[in-house]
């Protein structure tokens, strides 16, 4: 049940849930649960989206990435 590919395999998900508690959660005191919400939304889209690099898409961004595959679509002219 646990192959690459089959789609109960969690290992994606857990993986980047214990990035954002180490690198946020874990780090934070939040005082309601809108702050939390707030500040985890603006961690994903401010920062794990846009600056920081993953290694296993050539230490590009997210963004960075998407935008090179998109390019990779368009023809040349």
């Given at each position: 049940m646990?192959?690459?590919g089959n789609c109960y395999?969690?290992?994606c998900i857990e993986s980047f849930h214990s990035i954002i508690k180490r690198e946020l959660v874990y780090l934070s005191?939040?005082?309601t649960r809108k702050q939390a919400?707030?500040?985890i939304f603006k961690y994903?889209?401010?920062f794990y989206n846009k600056r920081r690099v993953h290694s296993s898409i050539d230490y590009c961004t997210p963004c960075e990435y998407e935008q090179l595959f998109y390019e990779s679509?368009?023809?040349v002219a």
């Open positions: 646990s192959r690459k395999d969690n290992a005191r939040f005082e919400q707030q500040s994903i889209e401010c679509l368009s023809p």
